[in-house]
């Protein structure tokens, strides 16, 4: 059961009902002023003239409070005609003062305190022989002055308050809406690395098979092997993605890609038709979790391109340790940058490459060679706590300072951890060639 926030008694009062309070409290005050004051006030008329001034002051000061101000100060001039007027001003004239002080800022409050103080100076003229109440009034109406400007300066600390809290409010939901697109992007990026990639070996395979089906049932059989390897990976790594987005226990999930799953990826890009060379040069070191994925993006990317855009049969990828940071390279025998540069072909690749790359302060630059292909190049810095770490060195498949090594040899071998039998029965890597004379006959 909730209970209902209601706001304050004076919150939930209406304008007219206020209006009525202060009329009441006119009435309770004509009372005692009448009874007290204005019966032995002469003249008489002049005394019930005052009292009705005095007590309309109350109504009209919570609506136009220098009116009213003025109002109570006329009264308290009229004193020298008769000194009880000064008693009869004096009640209305304080709250009078105390609302243009809650109401008005600065130069205006004061102007009419200064006014104001003149009404207990007039209650001792004409000649100063009853200067007793000067001080008196005067304190009390500095003392109601003063309590309105304090009402005031606490209303507009809240009012400034309750701005700066909007405003931060807003920022933070300006904040909380960067960080969802940023993870929203970050999350197409998986999604597109992975699903982009599986597919392209998918659908090369599943060509293959087809047009093999009939005339080599074996080698059919093998690229569906391929096909159902590759599409458990890709579910296993989709499954990783996607449980990152559900209340789910880390422990749940399958760990992120990083270097020592390269060989896997060479051979699913080899079980594609273009034949990798993977090398690892320098002295490989700890990199963390979210700089090893990126390099693996950035080469799944990158092959993937070739797969689907450079009509290539080799593929070469480099990973090198120099100094303070890891420089990766792909390049392919291709078509080479008309192709692969397209907009309308390459998609989101080439652009999601550089994003990674400049998330760890990286750059990453792509050029056509003379001799033909298609080069991807990213250099990343590696974090200044990254320790070379022995165990580290001792790459799955990829000893360090190791020259070329076929996928169809080394790469294949390291990945038999990681892939089921049916990727080592992947298609040879001339596959290419013979799956281009196929289809062009």
Not at 21 to 34: E, Q, T
Not at 79 to 105: D, N
Not at 283 to 308: C, K, M, S
Not at 421 to 437: F, I, W
Request: contains cysteine; positive net charge; proline residues 7%.
């Amino acid at each position: 059961m909730t209970t209902e926030l209601r706001p304050p008694l004076r919150h939930r009062l209406r304008p007219w009902h206020w209006l009525v309070v202060d009329v009441v409290a006119a009435l309770l005050y004509a009372v005692p002023a009448g009874g007290i004051i204005a019966v032995k006030a002469d003249p008489g008329w002049l005394a019930v003239a005052a009292l009705a001034v005095s007590c309309g002051v109350l109504p009209l000061a919570r609506r136009f409070p220098l009116t009213a101000s003025l109002a109570a100060l006329a009264v308290f001039w009229l004193s020298p005609l008769s000194s009880r007027l000064g008693w009869m001003a004096l009640v209305p004239a304080a709250y009078a003062l105390y609302r243009v002080a809650e109401r008005h800022r600065g130069r205006t409050a004061v102007l009419a305190l200064v006014a104001g103080l003149t009404g207990p100076v007039a209650t001792a003229l004409p000649g100063f022989r009853h200067v007793g109440g000067i001080l008196p009034f005067a304190l009390l109406l500095v003392a109601a002055w003063l309590v309105g400007f304090m009402v005031h300066q606490h209303r507009r600390y809240t009012e400034e308050l309750l701005r700066h809290r909007a405003r931060q409010a807003d920022a933070e939901l300006e904040r909380a809406a960067r960080r969802s697109a940023d993870e929203r992007l970050r999350i197409a990026r998986e999604l597109h690395d992975v699903v982009a990639h599986s597919m392209s070996v998918i659908t090369v395979q599943a060509t293959y098979g087809r047009l093999m089906l009939d005339r080599e049932p074996a080698k059919a059989a093998d690229a569906l092997a391929a096909i159902e390897t590759t599409g458990r990976e890709s579910l296993a790594e989709l499954r990783r993605v996607l449980g990152a987005l559900r209340d789910e226990r880390p422990a749940t999930t399958a760990p992120a890609p990083g270097l020592p799953d390269l060989p896997r990826l060479a051979a699913q890009t080899e079980a594609a038709g273009v034949r990798v060379d993977l090398a690892v040069t320098g002295d490989p070191r700890p990199l963390g979790a979210g700089l090893e994925l990126t390099v693996y993006r950035i080469v799944q990317e990158a092959l993937t391109n070739v797969i689907r855009h450079a009509a290539a049969t080799h593929a070469r990828v480099s990973v090198a340790y120099t100094g303070a940071e890891v420089t990766v390279e792909v390049t392919d025998d291709g078509r080479g940058a008309d192709e692969v540069l397209d907009p309308a072909a390459d998609g989101h690749g080439l652009s999601g490459m550089r994003e990674r790359a400049a998330l760890f302060g990286g750059t990453l630059s792509t050029a056509s060679p003379p001799s033909g292909g298609f080069t991807v190049r990213a250099a990343l810095p590696i974090p200044a706590d990254a320790v070379p770490d022995a165990a580290a060195r001792a790459r799955p498949g990829v000893p360090a300072g190791a020259g070329p090594c076929l996928a169809t040899g080394a790469v294949m071998e390291a990945a038999a951890g990681v892939a089921t039998d049916a990727s080592a029965r992947a298609v040879p890597g001339a596959a290419a060639g013979r799956l281009t004379d196929t289809a062009a006959r």
